[in-house]
């Protein structure tokens, strides 16, 4: 299917420190890849160099073939690559429907302007009630965004990304601080939005990685320890060691 994001000798340094050294990897089109590793392991430098909210010290990151090494994030997400965050991102104030109706605005490069009539913005109502749907908040439309669960908030930030029509879904640790019940809704979500898309999502919930990934790199001291799918991985006995040796320090 030819491959969507790809970084190239990936370097990042704080003041002499290699936070990320040496990264190649490859992110093939309508697949789900995890970037995991222990605490430690540079995963979120990595991801936020992926995603342009650090610039690398070295190498050479390309999205359709294009190089975005030293794009803004505002300008990826223009091209269809959009990230979401560890920690939810929605308006607690407004509803779920105008969450997603204010990306809608955004996308179309309409400002936010909160003082116009609630007529005028009803135009964006019915694509803004698909992408609610399509997350599985229909019921919850007319909701305050404060009054959701946690896993449902989550759910809501993946539809206001949804709005933005991306092609590529970058999840920060999508299942972070979920109970057992969140953790399985938004693993089908998941599952359901990725038919169309592409997913690099970093994620520390072993089971979650197994479930939904087609492939796996593993970070450990902010290099590349292994590769390949879960069945790979998880029997490969350096990732192992790494895993315990984290435990134990």
Not at 107 to 114: A, C, Q
Not at 241 to 246: K, R
Request: charge should be negative.
């Amino acid at each position: 299917m030819g491959v969507a994001l790809e970084a190239v000798g990936l370097t990042k340094e704080f003041k002499g420190f290699v936070a990320v050294n040496d990264v190649s990897l490859a992110v093939e089109k309508g697949t789900i890849h995890a970037l995991i590793g222990p605490n430690g392991a540079g995963k979120t430098t990595c991801f936020n160099l992926l995603t342009k909210f650090l610039q690398p010290t070295r190498g050479k990151i390309t999205y359709e073939g294009r190089d975005i090494t030293r794009m803004a994030p505002a300008e990826i997400a223009r091209l269809g690559m959009v990230r979401s965050f560890q920690i939810s991102a929605v308006f607690p104030d407004l509803t779920v429907l105008q969450n997603v109706r204010i990306a809608l605005q955004r996308r179309r490069g309409e400002s936010f302007d909160f003082w116009r009539s609630e007529k005028t913005l009803a135009r964006y109502d019915d694509e803004a009630r698909g992408h609610v749907a399509e997350v599985g908040l229909s019921e919850f439309e007319g909701h305050r965004a404060a009054e959701l669960s946690y896993g449902r908030k989550r759910a809501l930030e993946i539809a206001t990304t949804l709005a933005l029509e991306p092609e590529m879904l970058l999840l920060d640790e999508p299942m972070a601080g979920m109970a057992e019940a969140d953790v399985a809704r938004i693993s089908a979500l998941i599952r359901r939005i990725a038919k169309d898309r592409t997913i690099l999502m970093v994620e520390h919930n072993l089971s979650v990685v197994a479930d939904l990934s087609d492939r796996i790199t593993v970070l450990a001291r902010g290099e590349i320890l292994a590769e390949g799918d879960y069945a790979t991985i998880s029997k490969a006995p350096e990732v192992i060691e790494a895993y315990i040796g984290a435990e134990h320090e």
